[in-house]
């Protein structure tokens, strides 16, 4: 009994630490800058403010009004992941008082960690009066923590033509239904829906996906769309009606935001975002997520980052496609 407890700790170590050299260096690969200098996301806009800090975690702000998609910044290692996956306070000091503030909105794609990981730190902050909108997998892993929120289902506006506001209106918010691509062959990772959890769980691996959602974002000045952007979280059909097609006749998408970690995906991608029409395409979460930030940026080896900008950008010249280096703490 003794010899066959031995060989199995014997055996689980060994696919520990293999597991753990295989996320934290071999998933990702060190990204030289030069290599995609040319691709960096350069704006035009001087009033559309744009921040990146890895993922698909996006801070973007017209005339003091912002949203923060997908917050998460910290990037644990495997074990943390597991044992003691929490969410890291110091990444509140890349703001200032005044970006705080300034949110109305937080969007959420999907409930797996390394969409959502830090958005307590934006639920404990009273400082600010913002919308928390994801879908009820994404609600259910936190209101019974932080219940002093204003939490909104995206699911609730999938089906009726309507649009989610801010509580002045600066903002609106228009849910997308779409669907997670698979992991690997036709696997979903985490795929199921989150119980109402009384505490967050530590392992991030029980934070199960639910609906994943994209999102159509204006920024209003007196009931007129100043600027519009997408944040693509998923396959989607979208505009797949009347009403859709119609709304973006209103004005054009100036800033599209789409998730690339594996270059097979990236040319229907890219597809499937030519149905907004927008001016620029900024590709996120090629990145490392399993890289602790404390050493070179990484990309997905999937996402063979250099060689799918140089395709994309010689397929689709009417586009201005690019990327943003994640931004963390000095």
């Known amino acids: 009994m003794k010899k066959m407890l031995k060989y199995t700790f014997a055996i689980v170590l060994g696919l520990s630490a293999t597991a753990f050299l295989y996320l934290n260096q071999l998933f990702g690969k060190k990204l030289p800058a030069d290599v995609v200098t040319e691709y960096m996301h350069v704006s035009d806009d001087s009033l559309l403010k744009v921040r990146?800090?890895?993922?698909?975690?996006?801070?973007?702000?017209?005339?003091?009004?912002?949203?923060?998609?997908?917050?998460?910044f910290s990037n644990p290692n495997p074990i943390k992941m597991v044992v003691a996956g929490k969410p890291n306070p110091e990444y509140r000091k890349l703001f200032s008082e005044q970006e705080l503030q300034s949110i109305r909105a937080i969007t959420v794609g999907h409930a797996h960690y390394d969409h959502c990981l830090e958005l307590p730190i934006f639920l404990s902050d009273a400082n600010t009066t913002k919308k928390i909108i994801g879908s009820q997998s994404m609600i259910n892993l936190f209101y019974k923590t932080y219940p002093d929120n204003d939490y909104v289902n995206a699911e609730d506006?999938?089906?009726g033509n309507s649009w989610i506001y801010t509580a002045d209106s600066s903002i609106r918010i228009y849910p997308v239904k779409s669907v997670h691509a698979p992991h690997f062959g036709n696997v979903t990772l985490m795929s199921g829906e989150n119980k109402a959890f009384d505490k967050v769980p530590a392992d991030l691996l029980k934070w199960q996906m639910g609906q994943p959602l994209s999102y159509l974002i204006d920024f209003m000045e007196a009931d007129t769309i100043a600027r519009r952007v997408y944040m693509n979280?998923?396959?989607?059909?979208?505009?797949?009606?009347?009403f859709e097609r119609a709304m973006l006749e209103e004005h054009p998408?100036?800033?599209?935001?789409?998730?690339?970690?594996?270059?097979k995906y990236l040319p229907a991608k890219i597809e499937e975002i030519k149905k907004v029409q927008p001016q620029s395409i900024i590709l996120g979460h090629w990145n490392n997520f399993f890289n602790t930030r404390k050493g070179d940026d990484q990309y997905i080896r999937k996402s063979r980052l250099p060689e799918s900008l140089e395709e994309v950008t010689a397929l689709y010249p009417q586009y201005h496609i690019g990327i943003m280096l994640p931004e963390t703490l000095k």
Request: glycine share 8%; net charge negative.
């Open 52 to 72: 990146f800090f890895g993922t698909m975690c996006y801070y973007v702000e017209y005339k003091g009004n912002a949203v923060l998609a997908d917050p998460f």
């Open 157 to 159: 506006f999938l089906s």
């Open 233 to 242: 979280g998923g396959i989607s059909a979208f505009p797949n009606t009347a």
């Open 253 to 263: 998408v100036n800033m599209a935001f789409t998730i690339h970690w594996n270059q």
